[in-house]
């Protein structure tokens, strides 16, 4: 009988707090992980996915989009929630202003 295997994950984010957290729920959930930094360094990871979390940089998705189209890897990208920051920024202005 075939046991089917959970795909082996490598998290890939610049912030190591963001890195250590991901791999943690992964491997809470049976799925072996590994972290780096970038997916250049990723590169050799004998992962069949790596989750990239692209953080603040989402603005740069475009100037990394060769690091992306080289990865031998299954690419999922995080990416933050630009209308929720957008609030955020409009409710912090707010109360910073004076009445």
């Known amino acids: 009988m075939d046991v089917a295997r959970s795909p ?6 610049e912030d190591p707090l963001v ?3 991901l791999s943690s729920l992964l491997q809470g959930q049976g799925i072996a992980s590994a972290s780096a930094a970038s997916l250049t360094a990723a590169a050799d990871a004998m992962a069949d996915i790596a989750v990239w979390d692209l953080g603040d940089a989402a603005g740069e998705v475009s100037d ?3 690091e992306l189209q080289s990865s031998r890897h299954t690419v999922i990208a995080l990416l933050p929630d630009v209308v929720e920051r957008s609030e955020r920024v409009r409710r912090r202005r707010s109360r910073a202003s004076p009445s």
């Not at 082996?8 to 984010?13: K, P, Y």
């Open 8 to 13: 082996e994950v490598i998290v890939v984010s």
């Open 19 to 21: 890195r250590s957290g």
């Open 64 to 66: 990394r989009l060769e």
